[in-house]
């Protein structure tokens, strides 16, 4: 029996606790009429305490969750771990996609704290998700048109709390956030200029 | 003391011991005139013998190094792990760099066994990569045209070794080759067809 099982229970606290809890334990943790009410809204908060939880490890704050389209229970999640795992390239998107495993993501949505790089909008089309789902567009922005040229449905719902959250990091750590959409020698030819 | 420190230890079991050896372990197995001694065409065949290693776990065999470009050192291997890891998207290239950490690949060439799929490509030259050695163009291409496109220098120097291994494993698993590829759902539209 799950502690969360009814929708007046869905609140911040309730949803940092189900960002934080391992993706397979998390029939432990909800499920019920909590697990079937979680709107479009609230998955977007679950990427977002994600990314918080990245941001209080000393990380770049951007998360993603994905939710299987038909039973809308969350099958993987996850956030950038560049300096918490010292990983040049696991953003929120690649870290849920890692651990949702090798399922068959057309039957399921992505949702992400910010807008994706490059990488990470190719890497959902090849993959052939059926819908993205961005909470920040006012951070960075550009890849939503080439999903939507390759088939993938993108929805814009923005977040709030994810969007100053993401502003406060790029004002305290602008080398780390560079480093993490183009790489160590982006920062290196940004000192140069 | 390294075990392989002689020019003329260069041969295929030594450069199998040196692409399963962890890479900072290196250091224990080679040095000298061995390590300076490496030509492109053995970084090439030691990409070819990850993939191997890959193709025995039950794998899909595609492998790559990277090396920096003024030590000649490797600071970066791997393999593709997506039966291994139920990993949905570690190819030899994301495995590699992985595997380098947060370091300025601007500095690197990366080997990689394979012609570069979308993803990996776009990963190459978002991290800044100066140069990009492929080992086979006969069982895939496509993306070297883009790498050279994005300022990343190219070389063709296919491995025969590593061609012959890459069209037997397609041969025996063309599923597991797509789903490398472009994912589950391209596997369940091919039988629909």
Same mark, same amino acid.
């Given at each position: ?70 039973? #809308?229970?969350? @099958? =993987?999640?996850?956030? /950038?771990?560049?300096?918490? $795992? ?5 953003? !929120? ?37 059926? #819908?993205?789902? @961005? =909470?920040?567009?006012? /951070?960075?922005?550009?890849? $939503? ?5 390759? !088939? ?42």
């Amino acid at each position: 029996m799950a502690i969360l099982t009814k929708r007046a229970q869905i609140c911040d606290e309730a949803l940092e606790a189900v960002a934080h809890m391992p993706t397979r334990s998390l029939p432990t943790l909800m499920g019920g009429e909590f697990g079937s009410s979680l709107s479009d809204a609230d998955f977007m908060r679950i990427a977002v305490l994600l990314a918080q939880k990245s941001y209080q490890e000393g990380g770049c704050p951007i998360g993603a969750v994905i939710v299987d389209n038909l039973t #809308k229970s969350i @099958v =993987g999640k996850g956030h /950038n771990t560049l300096v918490q $795992e010292d990983h040049p390239y696991n953003h !929120g998107e690649t870290s849920a996609i890692r651990d949702a495993g090798r399922i068959d993501f057309s039957k399921t949505t992505l949702y992400t704290s910010l807008s994706p790089c490059d990488v990470c909008a190719t890497l959902l089309y090849m993959r052939g998700f059926s #819908k993205v789902v @961005v =909470g920040d567009v006012t /951070n960075a922005s550009g890849n $939503e048109s080439l999903l939507q040229e390759k !088939g993938v449905e993108v929805e814009i719902l923005e977040d709030s709390v994810g969007i100053a959250q993401y502003a406060k990091f790029r004002e305290e750590k602008p080398d780390q956030d560079l480093e993490d959409w183009q790489g160590v020698s982006a920062v290196k030819n940004s000192r140069v200029l």
